[in-house]
C-alpha cells in the first residue's frame, strides 16, 4: 500500500461510519431525540472511538446529530418551527428554481423531468418509493437549473427535513393531493410559464407545511 493510499483510509472509514449512521437515523434504528450510545456502536461496528466521533462531528454539521456538553450526541430532533421555517426556505428556493427551468430548461431535460413525474404517478400507493422519487424529482429540477449555492443547501435542508416525525406526506391523502399538484407543475412547465410555476411550487410548499402542522 502507498504512501497516499495509507493516508487516505482513515478519512475513507469516518466518511463510511457517518453514512451508516445517516441510514440507521433515516431509518429509526436512531430516533430523533435519542442519545446516541458510543461504545455500543463502536462495539456493533468493529471500530475504535476515533472515526466515530470524527463521524458524528460530520453529522453534526449537516444538522443530523446534536452534541451536547458533557452529555454527548443526540439525534436532532426537529420542533414546530425548525419544520416551518424548512418548509419556508424550501418554498422561496425551489419555486424561484422553478420559474427559472421553466424558461430555459431544454426539450430533453423536461421530458426528464416528465418521466419522474410519472414514475410518481405508478407509486402513488407506494409511499416509500413515492418519497424516494418525489426527492429526486426535486433535485433534478435543481440540478437543471444548475445554482449549485441553492442546491447545497436545498439538499442540506431535506436530509434534516427526514428528521421531522410529522412529515406532510405522512397524512392520509396527501401523496394523491401531492401528486395532483406536481401534475399542475409539469403543465406549466411544459407551458415555459415560470410566473405560474413558481407560485404552483410555492403552494406545493405551503400544502406540505399545513399538512405537517395537521400531523402534530
Known amino acids: 500500500m502507498t504512501a497516499a493510499a495509507t493516508q487516505l483510509a482513515p478519512r475513507a472509514l469516518y466518511q463510511e461510519v457517518a453514512e451508516r449512521l445517516r441510514q440507521q437515523i433515516f431509518g429509526r434504528e436512531l430516533e430523533p431525540g435519542s442519545w446516541i450510545d458510543e461504545l455500543k456502536l463502536c462495539q456493533e461496528m468493529g471500530i475504535s472511538r476515533t472515526p466515530l466521533r470524527e463521524a458524528l462531528k460530520v453529522l453534526a454539521v449537516e444538522g443530523l446529530v446534536t452534541m451536547k456538553v458533557r452529555r454527548g450526541a443526540y439525534v436532532t430532533e426537529m420542533s ?57 424529482f426535486h433535485l433534478r429540477l435543481l440540478e437543471i437549473e444548475a445554482n449549485r449555492w441553492r442546491q447545497q443547501i436545498v439538499t442540506d435542508l431535506r436530509r434534516v427535513m427526514k428528521l421531522n416525525r410529522h412529515h406532510s406526506l405522512f397524512k392520509q391523502g396527501r401523496l394523491a393531493e401531492s401528486l395532483a399538484e406536481h401534475r399542475a407543475l409539469m403543465q ?29
Open 80 to 136: 414546530e418551527r425548525d419544520v416551518r421555517e424548512a418548509y419556508q426556505l424550501l418554498a422561496l428556493l425551489e419555486s424561484d428554481a422553478a420559474a427559472r427551468v421553466a424558461q430555459s430548461a431544454s426539450e430533453a431535460e423536461l421530458a426528464e423531468l416528465q418521466a419522474l413525474h410519472e414514475q410518481l404517478e405508478r407509486e402513488v400507493g407506494q409511499r416509500d418509493a413515492f418519497f424516494a422519487s418525489n426527492e429526486r
Open 188 to 216: 406549466a412547465l411544459g407551458q415555459r410559464d415560470g410566473a405560474t410555476a413558481a407560485r404552483l411550487m410555492r403552494a406545493h410548499f405551503e400544502n406540505g407545511l399545513n399538512a405537517a402542522a395537521a400531523q402534530a
